[in-house]
């Protein structure tokens, strides 16, 4: 089993839209940590974030955590500038931490290739499942929620059935 201090999917310091500095261990109560790598501009991204607050709000009480992060490049893409994050986060009313990546290197870490891109830590913070959302990009017709089903199958102490999907949506601005 991998420790927390070995675990690549481990990151630190990464400052927050609400201006607090996050680090994996920051929701060490959380049974369940979920980490989507986002980005302002991505219209998958954008279309999916009805479904994903949805989902922070039913799961929350479970002991779940959705924690979005932006690693695109801001000199590249001025959507991303921490500074547009945190508007974004106010402007839909974000209840989970929305984190600035800067530089990729938590990104990089997790093998993140697109936005979004889920991942999935168990209790012992052991990736168990990682890939898409959902088999929608829009939220109003997912019918197969893969993040939710995976989320589902850890809290009842079950093995993830389909532990891995392919992403889709934008790629990271590196």
């Not at 990464?14 to 991505?42: I, P, W």
């Not at 999935?120 to 499942?129: A, F, W």
């Not at 893969?146 to 093995?159: F, M, N, P, S």
């Amino acid at each position: 089993m991998t420790t927390l201090a070995e675990n690549r999917f481990a990151f630190d310091g990464l400052v927050g839209a609400d201006g607090a500095t996050y680090s994996l261990s920051s929701f060490e109560d959380k049974r369940v940590v979920v980490v989507v790598f986002a980005a302002n501009g991505c219209p998958t991204v954008r279309s999916l974030e009805p479904w994903l607050q949805e989902f922070q709000r039913e799961y929350e009480r479970r002991g779940v955590q959705l924690v979005l992060v932006n690693s695109n490049n801001s000199s590249l893409s001025p959507r991303d500038t921490h500074a547009e994050i945190v508007k974004r986060a106010r402007d839909s009313g974000y209840a989970f931490p929305y984190l600035k990546d800067d530089g990729g290197l938590v990104a990089r870490g997790f093998g993140a290739v697109t936005t979004p891109h889920a991942f999935v830590l168990d209790e012992q913070r052991r990736l168990r499942y990682q890939g898409r959302i959902a088999d929608s990009r829009q939220a109003s017709t997912v019918t197969v929620p893969y993040l939710a089903q995976a989320v589902d199958e850890i809290l009842a102490g079950r093995q993830v059935a389909v532990a891995n999907t392919e992403p889709y949506g934008c790629s990271i601005v590196w």
